[in-house]
């Protein structure tokens, strides 16, 4: 499943890549909304996991195709999310979920969880 990764600086950039990621754009520079609706747009991505939210997630969800979703799980920007233009979740039919880990644990029993510690 192709990955797109999304830094803050060009030295993150390098990092990832030496890593093996293919796409890793980088959120500072000038064409990075272009850039991530080319990209989004090639490679289908219909999911996001989205850990900044402000107005990154209204443009995140503006890149995106029809029938994606953004999972909020983080509050980097300090900000709610803004921005969202109602029309294009609902022409769209996109959808915006919140994820916190905790609830996602407190849901699971003993037996799965010490599954998923391998």
Request: charged fraction near 20%; proline fraction near 3%.
């Amino acid at each position: 499943m192709p990955l797109i990764n999304v830094v803050r600086k060009e030295e993150q950039v390098k990092i990832l890549k030496d890593l093996g990621a293919e796409h890793v754009l980088n959120s500072s520079e000038p064409n990075f909304e272009e850039e991530l609706g080319k990209l989004t747009r090639k490679l289908n991505a219909t999911v996001c996991f989205e850990a900044i939210s402000g107005s990154a997630t209204a443009m995140i969800m503006k890149a995106m195709p029809s029938h994606s979703i953004s999972i909020v799980y983080g509050l980097l920007s300090e900000q709610s999310i803004s921005d969202i233009d109602p029309l294009l979740l609902i022409g769209r039919n996109q959808r915006i979920e919140g994820f916190f880990l905790g609830h996602w644990l407190a849901g699971r029993s003993t037996w799965s969880l010490l599954g998923i510690m391998k």
